[in-house]
């Protein structure tokens, strides 16, 4: 069972990225799936949510209107679109898989996270 986070890497100011996050060993599709990120120097923190289904989604107010969530059950995969990026949004993401959530049902804190994928760094430059 292991999940990763792939698409970090080096944007300026207003640059955009894609993060993904894959499962192998285990589906994702019954699973709801979080976006964390952990600045240096700082605690982790929750990013965006989305629902085992995908029919609801939940962004904190950081990122709100500038990040989108999304997931393809399909593909075993769950995306993290990033827009208009500042260099406070630099740190490692991290996706991370509910085991127990309920169908249609957003879980927003760390706590109720099963799985953790290793992470991808993220730096905006200034």
């Known amino acids: 069972v292991q999940l990763q986070a792939f698409g970090g890497g080096l944007v300026q100011t207003g640059g955009s990225l894609k993060l993904s996050c894959l499962a192998s060993?285990?589906?994702?599709?019954?699973?709801?799936i979080g976006w964390f990120r952990q600045a240096p120097g700082k605690e982790r923190e929750g990013v965006s949510y989305?629902?085992?289904?995908?029919?609801?989604?939940y962004y904190e107010d950081f990122v709100r209107g500038r990040f989108r969530i999304s997931r393809d059950n399909a593909k075993n995969t769950v995306d993290l679109q990033m827009n208009s990026l500042k260099p406070e949004d630099t740190a490692v993401y991290y996706c991370?898989?509910?085991?127990?959530?309920?169908?249609?049902?957003?879980?927003?804190?760390?706590?109720?996270?099963?799985?953790w994928g290793q992470g991808t760094l993220v730096t905006v430059s200034s």
């Open positions: 060993g285990f589906t994702l599709a019954a699973k709801s």
């Open positions: 989305i629902s085992a289904d995908g029919d609801n989604t």
């Open positions: 991370a898989a509910d085991e127990n959530s309920v169908s249609g049902a957003v879980s927003t804190t760390s706590e109720r996270y099963d799985y």
